[in-house]
C-alpha cells in the first residue's frame, strides 16, 4: 500500500481543520467552567463552540466540517467529559450540524448567518432532548423543549452575531469564505 502523499493545498486544510479543532476543545472546556446564572434553564449553556461550527460551514468542504465536529466532540469528551456527555453533545452537535447545513443551503439571501446559528442553537437543544427521552423511556422530558428552545435562540443569536463579527474584521476568514464559495460555484 502506497503512503498518501498530501499536496500543499490539503496540508494547509488539515492544518487548518487542526487549529480550529483546537480553539473549539478550549472554548468548550472554557464554557463549562462558566457557572450558568439562570435557575429556571438548569444545564443550559451558551454554546461558545458553536462558533467553530459555523466558521466551519462557511470555509470547509462539508466533508472536513463533519471531520472538525466530530474531532472537536471526541476531544472534548476525553478531555473533560464522560459517556452521557458524550451522547448528548453527540446528538445535539450532529443534529445541529445537519441542520445548519441543510438551512445554509437556501442561500444568504434568505437566510443569514445570525439566523443559521439560532436554527443550529433550537437543534442542539432537540438532540439532547431526544437522547434524555430516550433514556428516560418517556417523551415528557421534551416539555422542557420551550424554555431550552428559548435560551437556544438567545444563544444561537449571540453566537451568529459573534461569527458575523468575525467573518467582517478578520481578512483571512473573508478569503477563505470567498475560496470555499467560489469552489462550491464552480462545482
Known amino acids: 500500500m502506497k503512503p498518501r502523499v498530501y499536496r500543499p493545498a490539503r496540508t494547509r486544510q488539515v492544518i487548518y481543520i487542526a487549529l480550529l479543532c483546537a480553539q ?31 466558521v466551519s460551514l462557511y470555509t470547509m468542504s462539508v466533508s472536513d466540517s463533519f471531520l472538525l ?3 472537536r466532540l471526541l476531544l472534548t469528551t476525553l478531555l473533560g467529559g464522560t459517556l452521557s456527555t458524550f451522547m448528548y453533545s453527540g446528538a445535539g452537535a450532529l443534529l445541529s450540524w445537519l441542520g ?3 438551512i445554509k443551503q437556501l442561500g444568504d439571501k434568505r437566510v443569514s448567518m445570525i439566523g443559521i446559528s439560532a436554527a443550529g442553537g433550537i437543534l442542539h437543544n432537540v438532540g439532547q432532548l ?3 427521552s430516550l433514556i ?16 437556544g435562540i438567545l444563544a444561537g443569536l449571540a453566537v451568529g452575531i459573534a461569527a458575523n463579527f468575525l467573518f467582517e474584521h478578520i481578512d483571512t476568514l473573508k478569503r477563505l469564505r470567498f475560496d470555499h464559495t467560489k469552489k462550491r460555484s464552480q462545482s
Not at 428516560?136 to 435560551?151: C, D, E, G, N, R
Open 24 to 54: 473549539g476543545v478550549i472554548i468548550g472546556l472554557l464554557e463549562r467552567m462558566i457557572p450558568f446564572p439562570f435557575a429556571f434553564a438548569p444545564g443550559a449553556k451558551l454554546g461558545l463552540a458553536n462558533l467553530i461550527t459555523i
Open 69 to 71: 465536529m466530530l474531532l
Open 100 to 102: 445548519m447545513l441543510l
Open 130 to 132: 431526544l437522547v434524555a
Open 136 to 151: 428516560a423511556q418517556s417523551w415528557t422530558v421534551m416539555l422542557y423543549l420551550p424554555v431550552l428552545s428559548f435560551m
